[in-house]
């Protein structure tokens, strides 16, 4: 099954940047596609991003289009979210997760904390 290694997450002020990583250990992320969920307290789950491995395909919420970038790097078998323009609304603990069955039978990383100050 292996593990997801998720890194990156920290605190910055609005209009600031960061970049979250989820390494695969033990597994591949062939014929996966990976996304990540943000949870903030007292709100629903949300899917901010995904990539299909194999072809690259992406989706973005509309909360987060324009100014997230999600990407892979093959060699690393590493996905990474580039979140720039950081909102104070994008704090949440953010989850990767990678499904080849759809997102609620998916394997879920430990989540990385993101707070953003105004």
């Known amino acids: 099954q292996g593990q997801l290694v998720e890194s990156g997450g920290g605190s910055v002020q609005a209009g600031g940047s960061l970049r979250l990583s989820c390494a695969a250990s033990?597994?591949?992320?062939?014929?996966?596609?990976v996304g990540w969920f943000r949870q903030a307290p007292g709100k629903e789950r949300e899917l901010s991003a995904s990539?299909?491995?194999?072809?690259?395909?992406?989706y973005y919420a509309d909360s987060v289009k324009g100014r997230f970038t999600i990407s892979r790097d093959n060699a690393k078998n590493t996905v990474y979210l580039q979140m720039n323009s950081l909102k104070p609304e994008d704090t949440a603990a953010y989850y990767c997760?990678?499904?080849?069955?759809?997102?609620?039978?998916?394997?879920w990383g430990q989540g990385v904390q993101v707070t953003v100050s105004s």
């Open positions: 997760v990678v499904t080849r069955t759809g997102w609620s039978t998916g394997s």
């Open positions: 033990g597994r591949t992320f062939n014929n996966y596609a």
């Open positions: 990539i299909t491995w194999s072809n690259g395909n992406t």
